[in-house]
């Protein structure tokens, strides 16, 4: 299989920054993408990585390391409208296959 | 507008029946896939497409079947078969290079 790993469930609070990380079998790897998913809604794209380093996009940061099969996503400044569901998702071999993990439930408090 | 749209939104269905979802894109996306979501879990891939007449199982296509005879179409057939269809279906599709793009789901529940 292809295992995607993320922790199930974080807390932060409101104006912090919270670190999401996900581990997944590197054989096969070809890019990975991070997304935000608001209960009852589709998922929207975040972020996409496919070479090592990190990747900043406004309040959002991504970060890969491909011979360590692991990325994290950091979320800074954050505001209560980020409390969703963060999805890690891999793209294997085939340039069309994308292996998801079973997301991390982020909760902010005030 | 581009986008891509799934229908119906909510779907009840009788134990033993067959139903399928409906896929539409016009973004001219070559590749197409449908996940399925369960309360409180992240998405499991069921079937993927890369072109037209030609498709992929993924990790749980037992109980399912999908055709792709036009670029814009992708619909999925949960059938009786499928021991526990009640889920959140989601729809995609993406170009070469880019990331997925999603629809906005079909709630399934069967009575």
């Known amino acids: 299989g292809q295992n995607i790993d993320q922790p199930t469930e974080m807390t932060a609070t409101e104006g912090a920054i919270v670190q999401i990380n996900c581990t997944y079998q590197?054989?096969?790897?070809?890019?990975l993408f991070w997304y935000q998913q608001h209960a009852g809604e589709a998922p929207t794209f975040l972020s996409y990585?496919?070479?090592?380093g990190l990747e900043e996009k406004g309040r959002f940061s991504s970060f890969l390391s491909r011979s360590k099969g692991y990325s994290y996503l950091l979320l800074k400044e954050l505001q209560m409208k980020d409390s969703a569901s963060y999805l890690c998702?891999?793209?294997?071999?085939?340039?069309?296959?994308?292996?998801f993990g079973s997301g991390t439930r982020l909760s902010i408090r005030p | 507008d581009g986008g891509i749209t799934q229908s119906p939104k909510y779907l009840f269905r009788k134990e033993g029946q067959n139903v399928t979802l409906s896929c539409e894109q016009n973004?001219?996306?070559?590749?197409m896939y449908w996940y399925r979501q369960d309360p409180g879990q992240g998405l499991r891939l069921i079937y993927y497409?890369?072109?037209?007449?030609?498709?992929q199982k993924g990790d749980i296509a037992e109980g399912y079947s999908v055709s792709r005879e036009k670029k814009e179409s992708f619909p999925l057939t949960v059938t009786s078969a499928q021991k526990n269809p009640t889920a959140f279906y989601l729809c995609?599709?993406?170009?070469?290079?880019?990331?997925?793009?999603f629809g906005p789901g079909t709630r399934l529940t069967v009575l």
């Open positions: 990585n496919v070479l090592d």
């Open positions: 590197t054989s096969g790897f070809n890019g």
């Open positions: 497409s890369q072109i037209v007449n030609d498709f």
């Open positions: 973004l001219n996306h070559d590749a």
């Open positions: 995609a599709s993406k170009s070469s290079g880019s990331e997925q793009f």
């Open positions: 998702a891999v793209r294997y071999s085939s340039a069309s296959k994308i292996i």
